[in-house]
């Protein structure tokens, strides 16, 4: 299994962590990611309320250079999929954007032809890899684990373009979670908004959806939740304790992403993982829960 | 025998509670038919609102297991296959008062609704006399906002209304401002958009959940971007929501990526970032998540972006 990897910004500055348990995990499963040479930010959904079609043209370059590789294109971030893939879907129905687009991406000697398929890691481990081939490489089950998984908007909205599963009920993160032995719990905020693209303009909204997200899960009993979006991470973490500031209730969770989780129980430590850099600590919960 | 079992929270106006319905499961039915059931041979006293039953006049919107749906337009089928289970809980549309059981009131919404003024401005070359004629191309670009039927769907399912204040537009009123700003019969589509921007407009937290769920399937999302884009155009760059769009626009023109170290300068200005984000910023160090001098470097091929960028305001003129 190859792919064409776009990591995207964070996890090259604040979701550093993200980048190397993702290859870790990578390269225990033999999968090939290969790093898309000259990718830029996919817009994060800000470039498009400037110019549209700048934000087009951009993610049309970003495709071409996996389609360059031959290859399909694979991010781990819910936001980077959802944008290349509203572009993907832009271009591929309607031809004279296309044609306009590719104008702009002839000067630097590239094309969007529409040959490479944009997944993430999430969906490519379910549909390409197998859920049943990586049970086989669980060499620490995660029994004792309970985990809430928070979803994130943009892998299961909107369904025209992500499409990968039912998004009023899905259940990939659950099949995932499960498939390393660990126990989901269920939980009212499962498929909201962590509020990141909205932090600052909306930062006393958003902050108050951060401590809603962690204390709900906490209520269903989590030991921690994982998510398959760094900036849902970012959110949930990092803001974790300005949130906590406007409340009584103690709102303290563990935040993993979803590579770190999967790492875990092919036998990983969180170290390995980089689970020690979260601001909120969850190597004592994992330590009290798996003996890790 | 299959049985339906409904659990439907209920409300007199002073008390609240939830209420069990059973009856035989029926295929191909709507969730309409089922409320207009228990209200016909079980209950006459539950309370719901409905006329069209055609996904026309937008009174049918209910809550089934959290989610929001046009109760005459969905399969109950669809809905259980969605949950794997004929136990369903039914509660009225979110982020609205609720007068009885699943009724909402909507006076609140119409009074919101005005501020975007939702009626034609006219502009000067139409009359009584002469007509507001159209093309048909100009009539294309509002065919898909006004199929909005007010059911209130997306209002339920708002992100960013679950935990506002209420100033927020709900996802209706800002297609309603965004269908007359682009009227060619219009005048004066400043006066749509600007009560938008004065309203909260940067504070949308992208969660789709309007666009997703809004049985006319209006692209509610792309609007936004629209009114965004729209008044930075009218010259209100000033603000955090543009700046903070400004932000990555002009990062990747200069080095292809974001630089997040620089964001919350760019966005919220240095003296409140002191002021507020280095605590963050501290803690983020401390831990090794962020490298305070870590710079993205100009990525390759940098001058062919620079070349889109280019092109790309060519193409916008
Ligand atoms: S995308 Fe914005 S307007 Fe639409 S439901 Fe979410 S917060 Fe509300
Ligand atoms: S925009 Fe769509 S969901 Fe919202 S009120 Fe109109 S028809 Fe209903
Ligand atoms: S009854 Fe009119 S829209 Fe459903």
Redesign the pocket.
């Known amino acids: 299994m190859r792919y064409g990897f776009f990591p995207g910004c964070t996890l090259e500055s604040a979701a550093g962590e993200l980048m190397i348990s993702t290859k870790k995990v990578a390269s225990a499963l033999g999968i090939e990611l290969i790093e898309l040479d000259g990718w830029t930010c996919c817009g994060a959904s800000h470039i498009q309320d400037v110019d549209e079609f700048l934000a087009t043209s951009v993610n049309a370059r970003n495709l071409a250079l996996a389609e360059k590789l031959d290859a399909p294109l694979m991010t781990v971030c819910n936001t980077c999929t959802l944008m290349l893939r509203t572009t993907k879907k832009d271009l591929d129905e309607d031809p004279e954007l296309k044609k306009k687009v590719n104008k702009g991406l002839r000067e630097s000697g590239l094309e969007y032809k529409g040959t490479s398929e944009v997944t993430h890691l999430l969906w490519a481990l379910i549909q390409d890899y197998g859920i049943e081939n990586l049970k086989k490489l669980v060499k620490k089950p995660l029994t004792g684990l309970k985990v809430a998984n928070f979803y994130g908007c943009h892998i299961v909205r909107p369904p025209q373009i992500m499409g990968f599963e039912n998004h009023r009920n899905p259940r990939s993160m659950e099949m995932i979670a499960e498939a390393l032995g660990a126990e989901c719990v269920d939980f009212d905020q499962r498929l909201a908004?962590c509020g990141f693209h909205a932090v600052f303009p909306a930062e006393k909204e958003v902050l108050k959806l951060t401590a809603t997200n962690c204390i709900s899960s906490k209520m269903a009993g989590a030991d921690c939740m994982v998510t398959p979006c760094p900036l849902c991470q970012m959110q949930l973490d990092m803001y974790q304790p300005d949130a906590q500031k406007g409340y009584s209730a103690d709102i303290e969770i563990p935040i993993l992403h979803l590579p770190q989780l999967i790492g875990l129980a092919l036998g990983y430590s969180p170290e390995e993982l980089a689970i020690n850099r979260h601001i909120v600590n969850a190597v004592p919960k994992l330590k009290e829960s798996l003996g890790v | 025998m299959e049985k339906f079992i409904f659990r439907i929270h209920r409300y007199d106006g002073t008390t609240k509670w939830v209420q069990e319905y059973q009856f035989p499961y029926e295929e191909n039915k709507t969730v309409l038919w089922a409320l207009t059931k228990i209200k016909d041979e079980i209950d006459p006293t539950l309370n719901f609102t409905s006329a069209c039953r055609h996904a026309i006049c937008g009174s049918c919107g209910v809550r089934i297991n959290g989610t929001s749906y046009l109760g005459c337009k969905t399969p109950l089928d669809e809905i259980i296959e969605t949950f794997d289970s004929k136990m369903l809980t039914f509660e009225p549309l979110k982020n609205y008062d609720v007068i009885r059981d699943l009724v909402i009131d909507w006076k609140p919404k119409m009074k919101k609704l005005k501020l975007v003024k939702p009626w034609l401005i006219p502009t000067e070359e139409g009359s009584v006399e002469k007509g507001f004629k159209q093309t048909e191309q100009e009539f294309s670009k509002i065919a898909s906002p006004t199929d909005c039927i007010l059911c209130g769907v997306?209002t339920s399912?708002?992100?960013?209304?679950n935990v506002n204040d209420g100033v927020y537009l709900d996802?209706f009123i800002?297609n309603k401002a965004y269908r007359f700003a682009l009227d060619s019969r219009d005048g004066s589509s400043n006066e749509h958009i600007q009560p938008v921007l004065d309203n909260e407009l940067w504070k949308?937290?992208?969660?789709?959940?309007?666009?997703t769920n809004c049985p006319k399937g209006i692209p509610?999302?792309d609007q936004?971007a629209y009114l965004r884009k729209t008044t930075m155009k009218m010259g209100a760059k000033d603000n955090q929501g543009a700046r903070h769009a400004y932000a990555f626009y002009d990062d990747v023109k200069k080095v292809g990526r974001l630089n997040e170290m620089m964001l919350p300068i760019k966005t919220d200005g240095m003296v409140k970032t002191i002021g507020k984000r280095v605590p963050m910023a501290a803690r983020m160090v401390y831990k090794g998540k962020i490298n305070p001098l870590h710079m993205p470097k100009k990525v390759n091929g940098i001058e062919g972006i620079r070349k889109i960028y280019k092109y790309a305001q060519e193409v916008s003129k």
Do not use: A, R, S, Y
């Open positions: 908004c | 997306c399912e708002c992100g960013q209304l996802p800002l949308c937290i992208h969660c789709m959940q309007c666009v509610l999302t936004i």
